[in-house]
């Protein structure tokens, strides 16, 4: 089983900021063709019909993991997220400018989902283990909240040393507008804990440090994310 924690150190040295999420999963995905240089290594590898093979099936007429890896009698799959806050910067002579995408509640959904998934795909998948991965620079996403009230998005968190387990659901109060395409209560099978870490900073800019969650490893038996 690799490291991916020490991937992700690794590919930080070299690729501290990425453009964008596309950015992101060619650059992991060629350090790990770079590592592992007998694995087959294939970005958005068509899981449909792995997915309805189960009997549960998928809204998605064509779903995609970011990364499939192949080793041997090894899978490992991975979903990535980068999910960014406004930063401009120029890093040897490459301009750099990222967009704030905000809709944090709705991107933590999104990031469970996921996760689902990906225990979905291990069970039809001998020998596989998956992760999801998120790399932010918007501190909202591993802080936890300033207050103590409930809220309608309590369920959709993944700040540091949260358990994230069981049935996720939105809470009384959420729009219509802003839980569309996502009314649907994601269920986990295993428990994570969400273990947040450096991956990079850029001293002296606004939302210039960033930091790593990895969920996983993700098996038939769906453990404990843990750093």
Known sequence: ?????????????????????????????????????????????????????????????????????????ETTILELKYLTNKLKLTLDEEPFALKGHAA??????????????????VEKVPGSVGYVCVVTNDAIYWKPP???????????RMHDNLLISGTLA???????????????CLVLNGEYTACWGDYSNFPGERNGRFQYLLLGPITRTAGTANK
């Open 1 to 73: 089983m690799i490291d991916l924690h020490q991937v992700l150190a690794r590919l930080s040295k070299e690729r501290p900021i990425f453009h964008s999420e596309a950015d992101f999963q060619h650059a992991i995905a060629w350090r790990l063709h770079q590592e592992n240089t007998t694995a087959s290594v294939r970005l958005e590898y068509p899981v449909t019909a792995l997915l309805q093979s189960d009997g549960i099936g998928t809204a998605e007429p064509t779903a995609h993991v970011d990364v499939w890896m192949r080793s041997g009698t």
């Open 104 to 121: 944090q509640d709705v991107r933590c959904y999104d990031v469970f989902k996921d996760v689902v998934r990906l225990e979905r795909l």
């Open 146 to 156: 300033g207050h103590s009230r409930s809220c309608f998005k309590d369920a959709f």
């Open 170 to 184: 939105w809470g009384i109060g959420a729009a219509p507008g802003t839980i569309k395409n996502r009314e649907q």
